[in-house]
Nanobody, 122 residues
Framework: QVQLVESGGGLVQNGGSLRLSCTTSGRSSRDYAMGWFRQAPGQEREFVADIPRIGSGTRYAESVKGRFTISRDDAKNTAYLQMNSLKPEDTAVYYC???????????????WGEGTLVTVSS
C-alpha cells in the first residue's frame, strides 16, 4: 500500500511563495494520479489541483488558477505544488492524495497524506 508524506508548509507573508512536496513510499508514484486538497479551519476539504499519471491534463480550482502549479517527478516519486502570490484565504492544511483514477474524486481516492499547514499572514 502506498504512503504519502507531505512537506514544505509553513508561514509566509501575503504575496509570498511556497512549494509543497508529496513523496510516495511503498509503491511508485507512476502508478497514481496525484492531487492536492486543502481544508481551512471550520470548512470542508476542497479540491486544489490534480495531475494524471501521464500526459498534461492538469486541473485547478478556480480560486488558484494562474497562481498555483502542480507537477510531478516520478524519478523522485514526488508530486509538487508551487504556490505563488499567496493570499490569507489560502491558509489551510494541504493534503496530498493519490488515486488510480483521474480526475481525482474524493470518494475514489485510495490514499491521503497527513497534511501540511500553510499559513499566509496579511
Amino acid at each position: 500500500q502506498v504512503q504519502l508524506v507531505e512537506s514544505g508548509g509553513g508561514l509566509v507573508q501575503n504575496g509570498g511563495s511556497l512549494r509543497l512536496s508529496c513523496t510516495t513510499s511503498g509503491r511508485s508514484s507512476r502508478d497514481y494520479a496525484m492531487g492536492w486538497f486543502r481544508q481551512a479551519p471550520g470548512q470542508e476539504r476542497e479540491f486544489v489541483a490534480d495531475i494524471p499519471r501521464i500526459g498534461s491534463g492538469t486541473r485547478y480550482a478556480e480560486s488558484v488558477k494562474g497562481r498555483f502549479t502542480i507537477s510531478r517527478d516520478d524519478a523522485k516519486n514526488t508530486a509538487y505544488l508551487q504556490m505563488n502570490s499567496l493570499k490569507p484565504e489560502d491558509t489551510a492544511v494541504y493534503y496530498c492524495a493519490a488515486s488510480e483514477y483521474y480526475p481525482l474524486i474524493t470518494d475514489f481516492i485510495s490514499t491521503w497524506g497527513e497534511g501540511t499547514l500553510v499559513t499566509v499572514s496579511s
